[in-house]
């Protein structure tokens, strides 16, 4: 996805969610980024807002890329305006599906920063040891594209300063995570920890069951031999249980 994309799409994902965001709001917007005839003339957008309509998502979207292509500098304009007036407070909801007995838990990291982008369906991140584990890595690397799906692991991106928030931010946009808890790796333990507080899917493998912490007991652990014909196996396995997913 390009850049101005993923600007419009977060834009639109923001300006949604904000509770109290009026036509006022759109006026000011369209004064300072001298789009406003984009924002009066649009059939569904101002509507859309003052009845609550369900394609007011679809409106804001709408109009965000007309402004970029009539002012290149009009999504910086409107991210400005937004942090000057609505700032983000780097909180996350977590919640399950929803029912009338759902609990939300907000939480405010410390640690990490939470990324601006969405959940991408078809990414899977791999936590896994290092050394010693390329041919393993490999084997879920062609299980993954076998099956339809992207992977990444930490030291295939560089894009923040830290790896912790290199990591955190690869199992926050993944929808599946694949951890091999062969060694009883500390880092992997604790990134499967992230993983699940974020709900996502975790598929836990590992040589033995004994390198798996009490806590997981309850979980199906895919285990595999460490030679080419258990990487195999593990690789068959890996590609029926994405498939399913």
């Known amino acids: 996805m390009q850049e101005h994309q993923q600007k419009i799409y977060a834009l639109r994902k923001r300006i949604v969610a904000i509770e109290g965001f009026d036509q006022a709001d759109w006026v000011t917007i369209g004064d300072a980024t001298d789009c406003q005839h984009i924002i009066e003339r649009h059939p ?17 979207g709408n109009v965000l890329k007309s402004m970029f292509t009539y002012h290149r500098d009009s999504l910086d ?79 295939d991106i560089w894009e923040n300063s830290t790896i912790l928030q290199d990591i955190f931010s690869l199992i926050y946009r993944s929808k599946i995570v694949i951890a091999d808890f062969s060694g009883r790796n500390p880092n992997v333990m604790y990134e499967v920890g992230i993983a699940h507080t974020l709900g996502k899917i975790v598929i836990p493998i590992s040589q033995t069951l004994e390198h798996i912490p009490s806590d ?24 029926a249980k994405l498939k399913i997913i």
């Open 44 to 60: 569904r957008l101002l509507r859309a807002l003052s009845f609550g309509d369900s394609d007011y998502p679809a409106a804001v």
């Open 77 to 155: 304009d409107i991210s400005n305006f937004l942090d000057r007036n609505y700032p983000l407070t780097n909180n996350v909801s977590v919640s399950t599906a929803p029912t009338e007995s759902t609990k939300s838990i907000v939480f405010t990291p410390n640690i990490f920063q939470i990324p601006g982008t969405e959940v991408e369906n078809d990414l899977v991140s791999i936590m896994m040891p290092f050394a010693g584990f390329d041919d393993v890595h490999q084997g879920i690397v062609r299980a993954c594209k076998q099956a339809g799906y992207r992977c990444q692991r930490a030291d």
């Open 216 to 239: 997981l007991h309850g979980h199906r652990i895919q285990t595999y031999l460490k030679n080419g014909e258990g990487i195999d196996k593990l690789e068959t396995a890996l590609v």
